[in-house]
């Protein structure tokens, strides 16, 4: 079986990530749409993803890539490398029968890791919002963009978002 790799994001209009180590908006459907394309899969994360997060989440492989020597967390596998992450993410994939594995942030490892990546998950959420962690840019061409969904902004969205799913161009092989 081949395992591909996916990012899972949702970007601002201005690139924009995450703001003091946490989301820069509270969008139910997107936490929704997250649920539902990493469900059963495994989940690579840097450290302060997972702080952010704090706690494993539920029915997924969770393996945090940290520099720290002395990080433990309960429900998680902890790794020194991307490399090691990927490696333990496709093991993972294989036991579990999904033929995914995804990344789900932050800017540190979508950086290192859009040039592997097969596909991603983008949550487009309409705003200019200020924050300090950003989505790397990326190619548009490189890319097939298949429209998903949407959500309005309302009590539960803060902003309207579109859901997409972008398939590498096979032209343009991942690394």
Known sequence: MTISLALVVAVARNGVI??????AWKISDDLKWFKSVTMG??????????????R?????????????????????????????ATRLGRECAEIGG???????????????????????????????????????A?????????????CAQGPKNQYSCEFFILDRNQEFPSK
């Not at 899969?41 to 704090?54: A, E, L, N, V, Y």
């Not at 029915?59 to 309960?74: H, L, M, Q, S, Y």
Request: with cysteine; proline share 4%; glycine share 8%.
């Open 56 to 84: 494993a989440l539920p029915g997924r492989d969770n393996i945090v890539v940290t520099r720290a020597p002395d990080f433990a967390a309960e429900g998680v596998f902890v790794v020194r490398s991307l490399e090691a």
């Open 98 to 136: 999904t033929s995914e594995v995804c990344v789900i942030g932050g800017a540190e490892i979508y950086a290192q890791m859009i040039e592997q990546a097969d596909r991603i998950y983008l949550s487009e959420v309409d705003a200019k919002v200020a924050g300090d962690a950003y989505f790397p």
């Open 41 to 54: 899969k495994p989940i690579i994360m840097g450290r302060k993803t997972f702080d952010s997060i704090g």
């Open 18 to 23: 995450g703001v003091d180590g946490d989301l």
């Open 138 to 150: 990326y190619d548009s061409a490189r890319w097939a963009r298949t429209h998903h969904s949407s």
